[in-house]
C-alpha cells in the first residue's frame, strides 16, 4: 500500500538525533535500520545510513547523507506534537529546546492551553500543544 512518511536527511549527526529523539518521546520504536558498509561513498563503515522508526505511532525516515549540501531543515516544515497532560509538553519542551532555538516559548496563545514551536539542536522544527 502507497503511504507518505516524513523524510529527515541529516549531514553527520542522523544517529545522534535518532538516539536523542527516541530517548525524548515516549512510545518510540526503531522499525528498521541500515548501515554504511565497506566502501559506501562519503561515510565510514558502521555509520547509519538509513533508519525507519515510529513515535507515539507516526513513523518517519531517518537518512545520513552522504553528499554535503548547502541546504538544512527549516521552520516551514515541522513536526506537530498534541501532548496528553502539561507535565508532556512541558517536558518536551524543555528537552527539545535544550542547545535549541526557541521560537515561540510556551504559553497561552488563544488557541490551545499551552503551546510551543521550537528548532532542535539539529535544526529539526518542533511544535507542541496542550489542549
Not at 24 to 39: A, K, N, Q, T, W
Request: charged share 25%.
Amino acid at each position: 500500500m502507497a503511504k507518505i512518511t516524513p523524510f529527515l536527511m541529516f549531514q553527520g549527526n542522523a544517529e545522534e538525533a535518532l538516539t536523542f529523539y527516541m530517548d525524548v518521546i515516549s512510545e518510540s520504536e526503531i522499525l528498521h535500520m541500515e548501515r554504511y558498509g565497506p566502501d559506501e561513498m562519503g561515510k565510514e563503515e558502521g555509520t547509519l545510513k538509513s533508519a525507519t522508526v515510529t513515535f507515539k505511532g507516526q513513523e518517519f525516515m531517518f537518512f545520513e547523507s552522504p553528499i554535503k549540501h548547502e541546504f538544512d531543515f527549516t521552520p516551514s516544515f515541522s513536526i506537530f506534537i498534541t501532548c496528553d497532560t502539561e507535565e508532556e509538553i512541558d517536558s518536551y519542551y524543555q528537552a527539545l529546546s535544550q542547545d535549541g532555538q526557541a521560537l515561540m516559548p510556551l504559553g497561552d496563545y488563544g488557541f490551545s492551553r499551552k503551546f510551543g514551536w521550537v528548532n532542535d539542536r539539529f535544526g529539526v522544527s518542533w511544535q507542541m500543544e496542550w489542549k
